[in-house]
C-alpha cells in the first residue's frame, strides 16, 4: 500500500536555529513529491520535485529528493516565528494520478 | 485574484439535517477535490472531479455526495449528516496537464469549513 511518513510529528525550535523535515515514501509509480505549509487555515503549495528537478529552493526554504532511498527534506535556515506551522509531505503517483498521498504532516512551532 | 471560496466557513447543524458546502474556483482549472482533516488522520480525499459531469470516489465518499455540473464549482452534499462528520473540509482545485489528464498536484486549497454536527 502507497504511503508517506513524516518525521518529526512536531518540533520546537527557538528563532534562528536551522530545521530539517523528512518525508519518507512508498509509492508504486512514483511520479512527483510536493511539500506544503499549513497554518491556521488551509495549506498552501511550497515545492514540487520530480525526477528532472531533484531540488529547489526559494529563500530560505530548500528541499531535495532521494528518488533512490525514497525520501526528502525540507529545510528552513534562520528560522522565524512566521514559520511556525504544520508543514505537510505528499505524492503524486502516476498509477492513479488523480489523488496525492499525504503524510500526517510536522508541526513546526519557532519561539522568539 | 485566484481563489478558492468555500462558504460556510463555519457550520453547526443537528444529525440528519441536509447540507451542502459550496466550492467555487476563478482559475478555470478542471481538476477539483474535496478532503476532509481530522486530528490523527491527516488530510483524507472525499470525492474528485477531473472535469464537468466527471466525478469519482476518494478515499472517504461514505455519507458523502457530489456534483460537478459548472467547471468552477463543485459542491459538497451531506444528505443526511451524523457526527462523525464533524471535521474540517477543504476545497481544493488544480490544473491538469493536458496529455492523460495528469493531475500536477500543485492544489490550490479554500480556506475550510468547519463542520459541528450535533
Known amino acids: 500500500e502507497d504511503k508517506v511518513v513524516q518525521s518529526p510529528l512536531s518540533l520546537v525550535v527557538h528563532e534562528g536555529d536551522t530545521v530539517t523535515l523528512n518525508c519518507s515514501y512508498e509509492?508504486?509509480?512514483?511520479?512527483?513529491l510536493l511539500w506544503y505549509k499549513q497554518e491556521k487555515k488551509a495549506p498552501t503549495f511550497l515545492f514540487m520535485l520530480t525526477s528532472s528537478g531533484i531540488e529547489k529552493k526559494s529563500g530560505r526554504l530548500s528541499s531535495i529528493l532521494d528518488k533512490k532511498e525514497l525520501f526528502s527534506i525540507l529545510n528552513i535556515t534562520a528560522t522565524q516565528t512566521g514559520d511556525s506551522a504544520v508543514y505537510l509531505c505528499a505524492t503524486n503517483n502516476a498509477g492513479n494520478n488523480r489523488k496525492l498521498i499525504w503524510g500526517l504532516g510536522t508541526s513546526l512551532a519557532v519561539n522568539p | 485574484e485566484a481563489q478558492v471560496t468555500q462558504n460556510p466557513r463555519y457550520l453547526i447543524t443537528v444529525t440528519g439535517k441536509k447540507l451542502t458546502v459550496t466550492c467555487s474556483q476563478n482559475?478555470?482549472?478542471?481538476?477539483m477535490s474535496w478532503y476532509r482533516q481530522d486530528p490523527g488522520l491527516g488530510l483524507r480525499q472525499i470525492y474528485y472531479s477531473m472535469n464537468v459531469e466527471v466525478t469519482d470516489k476518494g478515499d472517504v465518499p461514505e455519507g458523502y455526495k457530489v456534483s460537478r455540473k459548472e467547471k468552477r464549482n463543485f459542491p459538497l452534499i451531506l444528505e443526511s449528516p451524523s457526527p462523525n462528520q464533524t471535521s474540517l473540509y477543504f476545497c481544493?482545485?488544480?490544473?491538469?496537464?493536458?496529455?492523460?489528464?495528469?493531475?500536477?498536484?500543485?492544489?490550490?486549497f479554500g480556506e475550510g469549513s468547519r463542520l459541528t454536527v450535533l
Open positions: 509509492v508504486t509509480n512514483f511520479r512527483s
Open positions: 482559475m478555470n482549472h478542471e481538476y
Open positions: 481544493a482545485s488544480s490544473r491538469t496537464l493536458l496529455a492523460g489528464g495528469y493531475n500536477t498536484g500543485e492544489l490550490f
